[in-house]
């Protein structure tokens, strides 16, 4: 462990946490001691509190020495490109867009290779789903992850085919195919308030239990134990595409055929940009406007359900 590092931290734990200032002031003294120095900070645009950490990289970007290497990898947004155009010999690189994208190409091979019906397919067929998804791709890993999730459930060629010959342009156009077609639009539209804004990690059970706050009794919302799941694990289901399980370990039961949960993961949102479609302009004038939310509205959700929980 550099010498830098164990000077603030190595006092015990009633030593105070070190500021900002001082963890800058270290970080550069341990650049010191290397010839050549990387940090990687990838999904710049995801950070709760971008502009401080817009600040912080260019500051360390001045320093003398010429030791230090910086890669960042973000969409496109204005307030980035804005506070990152004046570092000094900064070099821009996009990976966006076109079929002939390699890494598009790489990921599309493997992940039709995992599916149990690519195997049966013809050859035929194969090079047409192929072709589709890489003509329609733009660059976006995202989206071919997304369709490759609604083509596995294809029963047969003809439906495969169909889906193929409608596929999304974009994703947005994804997301807002898979909320008009969900068949627990209430259900589906709850999970993403509470997941979209509840301040601490949720987990799975927590969330299954939303469901089980009544908002059509007439009244005040109640609690009702009869909307409870069945299996929480179904809520992944309703979710899907738009939610994820971290962390959390499970079983498989030969003799349910399912998985049991030893601990639940915590839930986020699968992407960033399906909490941006959320919040959008789009969705609230398109075909999916009723799961549009905003902030005002979600935290009254979640308040109205807990408290009607408790």
């Known amino acids: 462990m550099p010498a830098a590092l164990k000077d603030i931290y190595g006092k015990g734990p009633s030593y105070p946490q070190p500021s ?22 990838d999904a710049l645009d995801e950070c709760a509190d971008r502009y401080k950490l817009l600040r912080w990289v260019k500051d360390i970007s001045r320093w003398p020495g010429g030791k230090l290497h910086i890669m960042l990898s973000s969409r496109r ?14 070099e821009r690189v996009s990976f966006a867009g076109g079929s002939a994208n390699p890494d598009i190409v790489k ?36 989206w071919v992850a997304l369709q490759l999730f609604e083509l596995s459930r294809c029963p047969n060629v003809r439906t495969l085919k169909q ?21 627990q639009a209430d259900d ?8 979209a804004f509840s301040a601490r990690p949720i987990t799975l059970e927590e969330l299954a239990e939303v469901v089980t706050v009544d908002f059509q009794s ?7 134990c009869d909307l409870r799941y069945t299996d929480p694990r179904d809520v992944l289901t309703v979710c899907s595409g738009f939610i994820t399980e971290f962390n959390g370990a499970f ?4 003799a349910n055929q399912t998985l049991l949960t030893i601990y639940p993961g915590i839930v986020k949102l699968s992407h960033m940009s399906v909490k941006d479609y959320l919040l959008s302009d789009q969705i609230s004038s398109g075909a999916a406007a009723y799961y549009s939310i905003n902030a005002s509205q979600s935290h009254c959700l979640i308040a109205q359900t807990s408290l009607a929980y408790l």
């Not at 010959?165 to 969900?182: N, V």
């Not at 589906?188 to 997941?195: A, G, I, K, Q, S």
């Open 20 to 41: 900002l200032l001082i963890l800058q002031d270290t970080l550069q003294n341990i650049i010191g001691e290397f010839q050549h120095v990387y940090i990687v900070i």
């Open 77 to 90: 947004e204005r307030d980035i490109e804005d506070n990152l155009v004046d570092i000094k010999g900064l």
């Open 107 to 142: 990921f599309v091979d493997e992940k039709l290779a995992e599916l149990i019906i690519w195997k049966k397919l013809d050859p035929e067929i194969q090079m047409l789903v192929i072709h589709a998804l890489l003509e329609g791709a733009d660059g976006s890993f995202r």
């Open 163 to 183: 889906k193929l010959r409608a596929l999304p342009k974009d994703l947005e156009e994804t997301y807002q195919q898979l909320l008009s077609s969900s068949s």
């Open 188 to 195: 589906l539209r709850r999970f993403l308030n509470w997941v």
């Open 218 to 224: 007439g009244g005040r919302p109640c609690y009702d």
């Open 251 to 254: 079983n498989f039961s030969p």
